[in-house]
């Protein structure tokens, strides 16, 4: 059983889906950048024109009225919004779209959860310097503020950054994403360190402006694989373990719900091996200043993201200095596990009820939404995805043994995604969604998968079950 109140919801992005990467006075992201450039994703694919959710919203909400949901998850494009990024232009078109996205949604009875940041800086900032600067946190705070202001009458659940630990890592580690910059061990702290002082400036502005009056929620979205020793009576692995954790849901859950500041064990781990390999400067990993609004606290609930587990051992970090020879553990994929369409995704529903138990233990039993879970499809075309259907009940069965056995207070699950879209540097090759889209019709067609129907099936028996009530 599920709480009445549950949230069972759908995720998207903005990049991801809505294309009109120039329509009525949108300006370019970081994204429209990164994909422009060739070699960075699969086929140069890009999302110019993606799910066209620009233009076809409607058809969007066809999708979330067919699967019943209670909650949809959408990202605002900042550059949609404000084109340079600051609150001096603002784009009225873009304005207009999400008023409506928001009023049709509602007309519906559905509630919008909507993140502000979903990867896709505009290139405006980026030229400044991007998110490496501090200054960045204060032009965050601005378009939140706007966005709280124009919206917040009728959103009442914001996402601040999403996955800031991806953006970071793979932005400016490995350069996979954009800005597709690789400057290992050095930018990803600086970078995570600036979104958190930006996430934790715009939690504070709601609170003292808005939320009296709103009486919103705010929190960021963290991304963490479920992480077990491989051997758990091995210390090492178990050391191992715990460091993995802290370098991937500790980074950013640590500061918000612990101590305000970074995992000791995060902070001790990059000064030694900075001290091992002759790194003179400041820390590499940011110190909060005490003159800024304070990172605990700031999150009225635990966003989490799962898609994933790995079995850990230590070792693996020597070499050039990077994230890996700081955390210096190895992942492993376990042999028994099912590998989705992508290589990285092994699916283990299992995996997230130990994870949502481990928030609860370790963060004092937050609230939790889980803002994305997924299975990927890749290769050729399967409308009856038998193997989506297992894992989406075999996954909500073990959300439901969370709030039932292990009393983990989960107030709602985000399907990733409602639409096959747009899969950051694997283009279209990638498939997560309910809906398929058909990117080679001109109308791009979205057509029920039988995961869809599933889903479907699954909200309606809960909500049914407690309409009787
Ligand atoms: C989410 O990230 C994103 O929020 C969402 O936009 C995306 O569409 C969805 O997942 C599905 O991927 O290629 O070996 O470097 C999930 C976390 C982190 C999982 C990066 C994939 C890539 C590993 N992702 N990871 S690798």
């Not at 994230?323 to 994929?333: A, F, N, P, R, T």
């Not at 590998?339 to 963060?363: C, E, H, M, N």
């Not at 990117?439 to 099936?457: H, M, N, V, W």
Request: aromatic share 12%.
């Amino acid at each position: 059983m599920f709480p009445r109140d549950f949230a069972w919801g759908a995720a998207t992005a903005a990049y991801q889906i809505e294309g009109g990467w120039q329509a009525d006075g949108k300006a370019a992201s970081i994204w429209d950048t990164f994909s422009h450039d060739k070699g960075r994703v699969f086929q140069d694919h890009n999302g110019d024109v993606a799910c066209n959710s620009y233009m076809l919203r409607e058809q969007d909400l066809e999708c979330i009225q067919q699967l019943g949901l209670t909650h949809y998850r959408l990202s605002f494009s900042w550059a949609r919004l404000l084109p340079h990024g600051t609150t001096q232009h603002v784009n009225h078109k873009g304005v207009e779209y999400y008023n409506n996205v928001i009023d049709e949604l509602l007309a519906n009875n559905v509630s919008p959860m909507v993140t502000l940041y979903h990867f896709d800086l505009p290139q405006a900032l980026q030229d400044q310097g991007g998110w490496k600067c501090a200054g960045i946190a204060p032009i965050f705070d601005n378009y939140a503020k706007f966005c709280f202001q124009t919206f917040g009458d009728r959103v009442k659940l914001w996402l601040t950054v999403n996955e800031p630990s991806v953006c970071a890592k793979l932005g400016y580690e490995s350069g996979k994403h954009a800005p597709g910059l690789e400057e290992p061990g050095t930018a990803a702290y600086l970078v995570g360190h600036n979104m958190l002082r930006a996430h934790a400036m715009a939690w504070h502005s709601y609170n003292t402006l808005f939320r009296s009056e709103q009486k919103g929620k705010v929190s960021l979205a963290i991304n963490s694989d479920w992480l077990e020793p491989v051997d758990p009576h091995c210390e090492d692995d178990v050391a191992a373990t715990e460091r993995d954790l802290a370098f991937t849901l500790g980074w950013f859950a640590w500061p918000m719900f612990v101590s305000g500041d970074y995992p000791e064990i995060m902070r001790s781990a990059i000064d030694s091996q900075s001290e091992k390999m002759g790194y003179v400067g400041s820390p590499r990993l940011p110190t909060f200043s005490k003159d800024e609004p304070g990172i605990l606290g700031s999150a009225d609930f635990f966003a989490v993201n799962y898609y994933t587990s790995r079995k850990v051992k230590a070792g693996g970090g020597a070499g050039q200095m990077s994230m890996k020879s700081d955390c210096d553990v190895e992942e492993i994929i376990d042999p028994s596990w099912l590998i989705s369409g992508v290589s990285w995704q092994a699916v283990v529903p299992g995996g997230l009820r130990k994870l949502l138990k481990y928030i609860k233990d370790t963060f004092n039993s937050p609230a939790i939404y889980i803002t994305e879970n997924g299975f990927s499809q890749m290769g050729p075309l399967q409308m009856e995805d038998v193997q989506r259907c297992v894992f989406y009940k075999d996954t909500i069965l073990e959300v439901a043994k969370a709030i039932q056995e292990d009393e983990v207070d989960v107030r709602g699950y985000f399907a990733w995604s409602l639409l096959d879209n747009f899969e950051w540097a694997e283009g279209y090759s990638v498939r997560f969604g309910l809906f398929h889209v058909d990117f080679c019709d001109p109308e791009l067609r979205r057509t029920i998968y039988k995961s869809g129907q599933e889903y479907a099936e699954i909200i309606k028996k809960h909500r049914g079950a407690l309409d009787k009530k």
